[in-house]
């Protein structure tokens, strides 16, 4: 038998029993890239003793409001919150096709004698919708903190580099020069806006509430004997109690699933911001003038060696499109939401809202990990300024020589020629640009021979771009990190492993 059969023999089926600790899926967001504090947010763990927390709540409201609950069946709910059986709960769960259910008996049988009371007057949405909104609220509290901490470590870098005149480019072409720190906080300023966003989301998040099968809350209202009074304070109550201010005033069986789209539109903003930024880093990384850390064992390529690649800042922007393509999910979804609810919304939410939160949580780790360590090469900054300047500066040279008795239009005509020419040995020849030498032997421009190079100082170019910073980091940034300082000293659970 050849080796190419021997290939075909070895290489034909996958055997039967080996490695039988990897033949499922992994999910690389959950496995590969998510934090421990936002995959904690989504975790089953969280999410039903949080069904737990819904229920024990609605049986405390109910029975402040005269209903037949007692204070042993309060206390058996309260002692078994964080002791689910998962397993009996899937096996209910298979039995009755009902995952809600499923949990009822789970938590029934941990709390026989509060059964009768676990979820009464309430229908799947009361746990369901309910956490959905706990948890968004939690995942967005994270996110706040990382928008803060990522604002907090670049206004370090602007402030250090307020003053380094850089090219500035416009249609990715050499235009006017600003600098290293201005152009930092037109990535600052679209952050600061997602964290508008983001406060004023958290502020604004009602509950679903208590609001029964179809959003009438005729169970409610059943069960206090027509009494519409107690079940406004029942949905009052129970929303005070799992930290909400308000509930959302009128329902279908389900929240208005345009929250979810308002949510994901949230995030979809953050990862715009996030991707603006990896973007220049990378496009920066390509002209040599800034890198993102890099790892002192680090590999670049597994083929060429000498590579930086700036593999961080490519993973903000792999993981910044995903998010950004969700909203059209939530769109749909919400969109074809009959009347008071279809069952159509829950298998795409399962997935897309909390994928949403991780990606973005991991896109928001990697910048400030990134932003902390960016370097900068002002040798390199400045050899690309110079390279373009003396163009740049022709408007300044033309006027100083016209203010010494100079005639503007055979000036203005000999710049001109002067700069085909030096962009001809540029592009034609691969040379540096040499239209300072070239005036510097023309007696036209005499007048400004002794002083022309420092005319063309690149921080003479570059406007108000220093105070610029000074002011955007005084006006609009440090407000913002002395209200949310203690944020700042918050230590992350991860950080960036690959």
Known sequence: MSNVEKF????????????????????????????????????????????????????????????????????????????????????????????????????????PDAMPVIHLGATSCYVGDNTDLIQIRDALTLLRRKLVKVLGTLRGFCATYRDLPTLGYTHYQPAQLTTVGKRATLWMQELLMDLDRVEREIEGLPMRGVKGTTGTQASFLELFDGDHDKVRALNTRVCELMGFKTSIPVSGQTYSRKIDYNVLSLLSGVAQSAYKMAGDIRLLANLKEVEEPFAKSQIGSSAMAYKRNPMRSERVCSLARYVMSLPGVAANTAANQWFERTLDDSAVRRIVIPEGFLATDVVLTLLENIADGLHVWPEVVKGHCMAELPFMATEVILMECVKAGGDRQELHEAIRVHSMAAGAVVKGEGKPNDLLERIKKDALFAAVHDKLDSMIDPILFVGRAPEQVDEFLVDEIDPILEEYKDLLAVEAVDGVNV
């Open 8 to 111: 075909y023999e070895a290489t034909a089926e996958f055997p039967e029993g080996a490695l039988p600790d990897h033949q499922v899926y992994e999910h690389p967001l959950v496995k590969r890239y998510a934090t421990k504090e936002m995959s904690f947010i989504f975790s089953p763990a969280q999410k039903f003793t949080t069904w737990r927390k819904l229920w024990l709540a609605l049986a405390t409201a109910e029975q402040e409001l005269g209903l037949d609950i007692t204070d042993a069946q309060l206390t058996q709910l309260r002692s078994q919150i964080y002791s689910i059986d998962f397993a009996y709960a899937a096996q209910k769960e298979s039995e009755f096709r009902h995952d809600v259910m499923g949990h009822v008996h789970a938590y029934g049988a941990a709390a």
